[in-house]
């Protein structure tokens, strides 16, 4: 299995945008049309789509899932994962209903732990729990605040609840192209079993070479979004790395 490089979609407004830090007053508009960049994205070889409803987040609940829906359904093969203002039953089916493969639940995973595992039995195969975390603490509410719950603690639970995988962002880095944190990224993946998906700082070709490199801990993937965006990343070169380093 080669290591995935995963395209971010940030939806803010119906507009593809990338935010500093989670800050929604911190943002760079990318593009108005995200069906056109999803396309640019498969073109180039994207295996999976990574998108991220905004506005949802903040409102807990679906703002952008039109813009969703139509990319969706245009690329019906296409494993997309989706997260943002996801916190009950009726919105996870909604979105599996219009083609979504994987729905990512954070501050309602972190809120109500029971959820999570109702879910999964409920979905089998298409829970994907994100982990925001500041020096091995979760953060919720679109990173305002700091859970005090660790991370490890959380992830196994998780696992044992049956998610497919965990999405795990180092806040201090996202959006701040400084870098991926390989350590915590690691020392998580090392205590569970299920694949951690990284997130959060990656910037250049060489942070695709270490994740390849540590890739055996259980890390399947990693998420780009403004490297790609700001072209300190290209994601047809990044790809094809991962697939060379991971044989």
């Excluded at 909604?94 to 309602?108: E, F, H, N, P, S």
């Excluded at 959380?154 to 400084?178: F, P």
């Amino acid at each position: 299995m080669s290591l995935l490089i995963i395209p971010a979609i940030d939806l803010k407004d119906g507009k593809c945008v990338r935010l500093r830090q989670g800050r929604m007053d911190e943002e760079t508009v990318f593009s108005d049309d995200p069906l056109a960049m999803a396309r640019r994205w498969i073109e180039a070889g994207a295996r999976r789509l990574h998108i991220v409803d905004l506005n949802g987040a903040q409102s807990g609940k679906p703002v952008n899932a039109e813009v969703i829906a139509a990319i969706t359904a245009a690329y019906p093969d296409l494993p997309i994962q989706v997260g943002g203002g996801i916190r009950d039953e009726d919105t996870i089916q909604a979105y599996l209903d219009v083609g979504v493969r994987y729905v990512i639940l954070g501050t309602k995973a972190v809120n109500a732990p029971h959820f999570v595992g109702d879910v999964c039995a409920e979905f089998p195969g298409h829970i994907i729990v994100g982990l925001d975390a500041k020096d091995g603490k979760v953060a919720i509410d679109g990173w305002s605040k700091l859970s005090g719950h660790d991370v490890i603690d959380l992830a196994k639970k998780y696992q044992n609840d049956g998610v497919e995988a965990i999405v795990y962002t180092d806040i201090g880095r996202d959006g701040m192209m400084t870098g991926v944190n390989i350590e915590a990224t690691v020392r998580l993946a090392e205590q569970i079993s299920i694949p951690v998906i990284a997130s959060g700082g990656i910037t250049n070709m060489e942070d695709i070479s270490r994740l390849c490199e540590v890739m055996d801990t259980g890390i399947m993937g990693a998420i780009t979004g403004r490297a790609l965006y700001e072209g300190t990343l290209d994601f047809a070169a990044a790809q094809k790395l991962a697939d060379k380093l991971s044989k």
